[in-house]
């Protein structure tokens, strides 16, 4: 693990702190997602999920932990494989998106 990765752990103390914690969610399709994934990972495909880590604080005091990109045509896809509803789809992929918000990530992305 290299130095600038954080646990989960050392996140979920740190948030601890603030009395609000902001997560965006966005849905979008293939082509955004290709576009994305594209620009920020250098794989021109799409994904199912993308999460950017903002960690700003506003005036108010609530902390913007980041933002989760679902790409909702993926998500039809794997819920009809893993016969799921498309609602438990994508509250699966939120989930995986925020345990990379919260410093949980894949061996091949370290």
Do not use: W
Request: proline content about 1%; aromatic content about 6%.
């Amino acid at each position: 693990m290299s130095k600038d990765v954080r646990s989960s752990t050392e996140v979920l103390e740190e948030l601890k702190k603030y009395s609000q914690v902001n997560i965006t969610v966005s849905l979008i399709k293939d082509a955004s997602m290709k576009e994305l994934n594209s620009k920020y990972k250098n794989k021109d495909y799409p994904t199912d999920v993308l999460s950017f880590t903002t960690g700003e604080e506003t005036e108010e005091g609530v902390f913007c932990l980041g933002e989760i990109a679902v790409n909702i045509d993926q998500a039809k896809r794997q819920a009809q494989e893993y016969g799921n509803d498309l609602e438990q789809e994508v509250a699966e992929l939120v989930e995986h998106g925020t345990l990379h918000l919260l410093g949980v990530h894949h061996k091949e992305d370290m």
